[in-house]
C-alpha cells in the first residue's frame, strides 16, 4: 500500500528504530543539580501508583509535565490543562497541547527542559516510559506518578484515579459517569447483534495488527467486533495468507483523515494477496479516529464511531455525533520522536511505538 497512512508510517519506523537504539541506553547523562528543599515546600501525601510504587506528591499538585499523549488528553479532559507546564513533542490533542513547553520525545526526554519547569509532579505511563527515566527524574527529586491502562474499563479507573491525584475527584467522577454510560448505552444497542469479524491493521508491510490482550482489542471487542487474530502478543506479525483463510468481515484501520484512509484502502486490492480478501474485494472496512491508538477517554468516541459503521441498522434512529476535529500533523522526523506511551519496562517493543499513545 502505497501511501497507507505515509506519516505514521514514517514516524513509526522512527520510532523502531529510536527504541532498538535508546532501549540499549541509560539517561543520557546531564549535570543537573537537585534542587535544594525549601521551608516553603508544599505538603506532601504518600500514594500508590498505577506500577506498585509508594511515592510522595504534593497534597495538589499545580506544575505538572506530561510524558505521554494519552495522559495529556485525560488532562485537558479534567479540565486541568492550566496546571499542564509541559508535554511531549507527540502530545497533539487537543491543539491547544501543541502550544505546551516541549521537553522531547517520551522514549529520551530532555531532563533539563523538565527539571528548568520546576514541576511538581510528572506523569509517566506504564507501558512506553523507560524505567531508567523516571529513576532519573528520582534523582532529581521530582516525583512521578506511572499510569497502566490494559483495557477499556482500566481506562476509565485510570481517568478517576488521576482526578483524585489531582484534587479533581467529582470531575473524574462526572467525566467517568458519562463514558460509562455511553458505554452501557452502546452495548444495549448491540448485545442482541453478533459480532463482526475484523482485523484491525496497524501496519501492511509487514502486516501487523493487534493482541487479544490490549486495550485496543478491547475496544474493538466494546464496539461488537471480534478480532482474527488470537495472538497473546501485544503487537502481531501477521501472515496474509493466514488472514485470507480466516477472511475477516472489514478490515479496520486508525487514522486522522477518513478521506486518505480510504484511498489507501482502495490501493490494497491491487496488491498481490490482499485481493482475496472477500472485505477488500467488496469495500468492506471501517476508518475511525487514531484516539483509538491512546489509551484516553476520547478511545470511547472511536469505539462509538466504529459500530455505527459496522452494525448501522442499530443506530437508524440515532444522530451520530460530531466527530472532533483531528489533530495537527506530528512532526516528521523530530530526533527523539516517539508515541504517547513509553515503557517502565527496561525493554519496550518496537511496533508497539507505532501506535502513538
Known sequence: MQHSFANAMRRARVFGAAVLLLSALPVRAQSITPAPASAASPAMREVV???????????????????????????Y?????????????YCDYPPDAQKKRKVG????????????????????????NRLDTVRALDTLG????????????EILSTTQK?????????????????LQARLSALHAKLEALPPSRVLFVVWTHPLISVGKNTFIADALRKADADSIVDATQDWPQMNLEEVVRLQPEYLVFAASHA?????????????PGWQLLDAVRNHRFAVISDAVNRPAPRIVSAIEDLARQLHPTAFQDSPAPEKPAAPAPQPSNPPTAAPSHMTLNPQPFAMELACAR
Open 142 to 153: 521530582i516525583p512521578t506518578y506511572a499510569t497502566r491502562a490494559q483495557n477499556v474499563d
Open 162 to 178: 488521576l482526578a483524585d491525584l489531582l484534587g479533581v475527584a467529582e470531575t473524574g467522577k462526572s467525566l467517568t459517569a458519562d
Open 49 to 75: 501508583d498505577e506500577f506498585g510504587r509508594t511515592v510522595h506528591v504534593p497534597q495538589v499538585p499545580s506544575r505538572i509535565v506530561s510524558l505521554a499523549p494519552s495522559l495529556t488528553e485525560t488532562l
Open 77 to 89: 479532559a479534567l479540565g486541568v490543562q492550566d496546571r499542564l507546564v509541559g508535554d511531549t513533542d
Open 105 to 128: 520525545g517520551p522514549i529520551n526526554p530532555n531532563l533539563e527542559e523538565i527539571a528548568a519547569l520546576h514541576p511538581d509532579l510528572v506523569l509517566v505511563t506504564k507501558e512506553i
Open 259 to 271: 478521506d486518505s484512509a480510504a484511498r489507501d484502502f482502495e490501493a490494497l486490492s491491487v496488491l
